[in-house]
């Protein structure tokens, strides 16, 4: 049997080698500190949509990270100025095409941006690492959420009520959508009937509706609908990553892990405590910033157009 062996060629290795390489050559010529933080930690995030692996430690519990995150806004709390990490996160059952539950992650926080200046460099940064695979530029889309599902869907997703939200991904999942929230609805919604359809290359969705803020600010567009002012990006139709002018507020802060707690016991999930260390560095000042995470596997993908991420890792789950 051959399952010994690697899931990523030889080529893809040496890319895959270049791509970490020209990573940290993009953040040092740009005086951004890379940090080294913790993968195992006490705590973890209250996130409904995201299960934490749990490990003994001596006898007490732990949790591999689901991001780096929370370790980088306590160092942010602490005065370190503008840092990002490379390195693994982990989550439990994510496995598939585009998922392993151990993963490369790149993540960045500029302080004194805000979302659209940290977009303009995600840009930058993509069109470098993407000449690794290509000689030719890649196409760049920029568009609002509410642009996004209209072109594709023809509504406009701030104004569809609750009901008929639920009708519409009720016909594209099934009738348990019909008791959904809104969030729910419309990340299913998205995923499905959107997504395949964005255009090829590099595509940034800004101003998502409020419901998905998660950890970003929330605000008002130019129509008066309540926003979040995050994004996400997608390189030729995989969802890469997830940016955010970062909420500041710990009131708000502490707020929403309530709510996501809430959310899990209701959904019959795993009780997650706050992580109240990082609570304690919200409250002591994070400075006003923008951040993002960006999958480094998925992004090798979509370069190569890979239909697997077995394709870009030396050894994916299943190989272990």
């Known amino acids: 049997m051959d399952d010994w062996r690697p899931g990523a060629s030889k080529d893809t290795l ?15 010529q740009r005086s951004v500190l890379e940090v080294d933080v913790p993968i195992l930690g006490h705590s973890t995030v209250t996130d409904r949509n995201i299960e934490s692996i749990l490990v003994d430690v001596a006898g007490s519990s732990g949790f591999l990270q689901t991001s780096p995150e929370f370790f980088m806004k306590r160092l942010l709390a602490n005065g370190s100025g503008d840092i990002y990490s490379l390195g693994k996160s982990f989550r439990q059952d994510e496995i598939g095409e585009k998922h392993n539950p ?6 960045w926080y500029r302080c004194g941006w805000d979302e659209h200046q940290l977009m303009a460099e995600v840009v930058e940064l993509v069109e470098i690492l993407s000449a690794i695979n290509q000689s030719s530029p890649i196409s760049t ?11 594709v869907l023809g509504f406009d997703p701030h104004q569809m009520s609750l009901e008929k939200l639920r009708d519409f991904a009720a016909n594209i999942g099934s009738k348990d959508w019909l008791k959904e929230t809104r969030e729910n609805c419309l990340d299913l919604i998205f995923s499905v009937a959107v997504e395949p359809k964005l255009p090829a290359g590099l595509v940034l969705v800004y101003d998502y509706p409020a419901c998905q803020a998660a950890l970003s600010q929330i605000d008002r567009n130019s129509k008066g609908h309540s926003i979040s002012r995050r994004f996400e990006v997608f390189y030729n ?9 970062e ?3 710990a009131v708000d802060q502490n707020g929403r892990f309530d709510m996501d707690i809430e959310s899990r016991l209701r959904d019959g999930k795993p009780f997650v405590g706050k992580d109240k260390k990082f609570i ?7 400075p006003p910033c923008a951040g993002i995470a960006i999958g480094v596997d998925r992004l090798l993908m979509g370069m190569l157009g890979s239909a697997s991420i077995d394709e870009v890792m030396s050894f994916s789950w299943p190989r272990t």
């Open 280 to 286: 304690d560095a919200v409250e002591a000042g994070l």
């Open 141 to 151: 889309s920029k568009m609002t959420y509410s642009e996004c599902v209209s072109n």
């Open 14 to 28: 040496l890319k895959r080698a270049l791509l970490l390489s020209e990573i940290r050559h993009f953040f040092s």
């Open 247 to 249: 909420l500041l507020d």
């Open 102 to 107: 151990e993963f490369c992650l790149l993540e």
């Open 237 to 245: 139709k995989i969802e890469i990553g997830n940016g955010y002018f």
